[in-house]
Nanobody
Framework: QVQFVESGGGLVQSGGSLRLSCVVS??????????MAWYRQPPGKQREMVAR???????NYADSAEGRFTISRDNAKATLFLQMNSLNPEDTAVYYC????????WGQGTQVTVSS
């Protein structure tokens, strides 16, 4: 069974930064061959993709994340990262990682709260 374990969230002031990590483990998921993504679910809203990265490392961002967030991956450690800068209150959400398309069940996510 595949597990997605997100960490790194917290409470920050507007303009601050956070770095999220997601460790993927279990079978039959082969981290190296999948495109991966960070998703988020703001309070009372649907989950949305904010950034994705191909298995070769090519990133793509939602308009809301472009220029502020950087997605990266370490295939050797089956770990996905999201560097978030210039955070604002609209970034408040639970952040999840998963494959593209989604694989298995969602992890618990990590809460990011940005105060104004």
């Amino acid at each position: 069974q595949v597990q997605f374990v997100e960490s790194g969230g917290g409470l920050v002031q507007s303009g601050g930064s956070l770095r999220l990590s997601c460790v993927v483990s279990g079978t039959p998921f082969n981290f190296n061959v999948y495109s991966m993504a960070w998703y988020r679910q703001p309070p009372g809203k649907q989950r949305e993709m904010v950034a994705r990265i191909t298995n070769a490392g090519t990133p793509n961002y939602a308009d809301s994340a472009e220029g502020r967030f950087t997605i990266s991956r370490d295939n050797a450690k089956a770990t996905l990262f999201l560097q978030m800068n210039s955070l604002n209150p609209e970034d408040t959400a639970v952040y999840y990682c998963n494959a593209v398309p989604k694989f298995g069940t969602w992890g618990q996510g990590t809460q990011v709260t940005v105060s104004s």
